[in-house]
Nanobody, 124 residues
Framework: QVQLVESGGGLVQAGGSLRLSCAASGRTFSSASMAWFRQPSGKEREFLAS????????RYADSVKGRFTISRDNARNTWYLQMNSLKPEDTAIYYCGASRLGILVRATTEINYWGQGTQVTVSS
């Protein structure tokens, strides 16, 4: 099994920045693509960004393009989401996910493993 643990969430003022981390342990697998999703209270989980195993390819939701950056460090089995220019509507629980598909995923159904989530709250 693969375990994913997110960290880095918290409370930040609008316009501020946060960097989320997701550390993988256990039976990690090669060729995995990684992704970040979020789930605002009372809403469905939504795609934010995904990255290929090599880190050479990325994909973003329009809502975060230009503000959020996904990256990974395979040597540390960790990937990141740098979030800048945060807005109150970015408030949500943020989840990292890993996929065996080896593609730039964007759907929750393409994720094989999920982290437990970390709360991000942006105050106005």
């Amino acid at each position: 099994q693969v375990q994913l643990v997110e960290s880095g969430g918290g409370l930040v003022q609008a316009g501020g920045s946060l960097r989320l981390s997701c550390a993988a342990s256990g039976r990690t697998f090669s060729s995995a693509s990684m992704a970040w999703f979020r789930q605002p209270s009372g809403k469905e989980r939504e795609f934010l960004a995904s990255i290929s195993w090599s880190g050479g390819s990325t994909r973003y939701a329009d809502s975060v393009k230009g503000r959020f950056t996904i990256s990974r460090d395979n040597a540390r089995n960790t990937w990141y989401l740098q979030m800048n220019s945060l807005k109150p509507e970015d408030t949500a629980i943020y989840y990292c996910g890993a996929s065996r598909l080896g593609i730039l995923v964007r759907a929750t159904t393409e994720i094989n493993y999920w982290g437990q989530g970390t709360q991000v709250t942006v105050s106005s």
